[in-house]
């Protein structure tokens, strides 16, 4: 494991920060898929940040519980006070690295991974599907909203540049070393998930994908 990751600096000015930055396409990447999980009955939510796409899961499907695992006590202070009295009643919050966690639970039908793979490196990605995928139920969903690399030359070079800024800023405000994007298709794959759906935005450079057991 690398050095101490600390999120918390982020947590507040992260949803103005996204905004200034993308408007609201990354809001469109996680949202998109959320019609297709109404039927979803345990989700597993991994780095979800300030809980904006909880919040809304859990609106929309109000059976649905949710375990919700963060390392960062700021980000998941703001989840919680997101939702309502209603809403918190059916989520368990979990402040934990991820590279560690197993879950105490099985049966996930739904696991949520929205803009976190990029903070893995590649080995610990593929280490946490693996740990994660015989907690989940057959026909378990895995939604993953991700940057990526964009085809296309004047598309790439602009991508690839506004990724390395990210991960610059990320790297001086959290202590994240992870420097590329890792391989999600590779670690999925390889636990026998197949990719479903895949919608694109920004020309390629944002991605969200639906995966399926
Ligand atoms: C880039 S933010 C993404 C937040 C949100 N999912 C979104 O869609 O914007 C990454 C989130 O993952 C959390 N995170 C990063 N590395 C983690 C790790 N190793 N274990 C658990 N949470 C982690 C951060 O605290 C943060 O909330």
Redesign the pocket.
Known sequence: MSRQ?N?DR??RP?RWL?YSTFGRS?ERC?FHFLPSFTSARRALV?????G??LARLLHSNPQIEADV????PA?LRLLRERLTPEARRRITLHE????G?TPAKSGYDLVV????F???FQP?LEALVDRITPRLAANASWVV?EFARSSGETASVAGRAVISSLYAA?GLL?G?EVRSLPDQQTALEGCGFQLCSEKQWLRGLLISQLWQR
């Open positions: 990751l999120f982020l947590a992260y996204e990354l996680r991994l780095g979800d940040g300030d904006r796409f695992v963060d390392i960062s980000m934990a690295d991820a590279r966690f991974t929205h803009f976190f990029d903070c893995l610990d909203s990320f959290t994240l």
